[in-house]
């Protein structure tokens, strides 16, 4: 089995095969520190999506969609398509009036 022996950036102990410094706690492996920085990223990203919060008209298409009876949940489902579709032009339209307007 490989040794590895790693100097703590942090205060210089001498560790073997270890992913954490045993006198500090500082992670002085490079490859779980990298990990643990993407994962604590994606992190952030998940609850910044889970923070946004969808129009009300949105909110209430999507209950609709995990409703028990199945011909209501299809309904639903095609509204809110429709209603998405609509959301776009829209948007798109007062997007074109804005910059009509400023020239
Ligand atoms: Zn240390």
Redesign the pocket.
């Known amino acids: 089995m490989n040794k590895s022996y790693i100097k703590?950036?942090?205060?210089?102990?001498e560790?073997v095969n270890n992913d954490y410094?045993?006198?500090?706690?500082?992670i002085?492996n490079v490859v779980l520190q990298r990990k643990l920085e993407r994962e604590r990223i994606e992190q952030t990203k998940l609850t910044a999506r889970q923070n946004e919060k969808p129009s009300q008209v949105g909110a209430f298409l999507k209950k609709g969609e995990n409703h028990s009876n199945i011909i209501i949940r299809a309904f639903f489902k095609v509204v809110y398509a429709i209603w998405f579709f609509f959301a776009v032009i829209i948007g798109g339209f007062i997007a074109a009036i804005i910059s009509a307007a400023a020239g």
């Open positions: 703590c950036p942090n205060c210089g102990t560790n410094c045993r006198t500090c706690g500082t002085i």
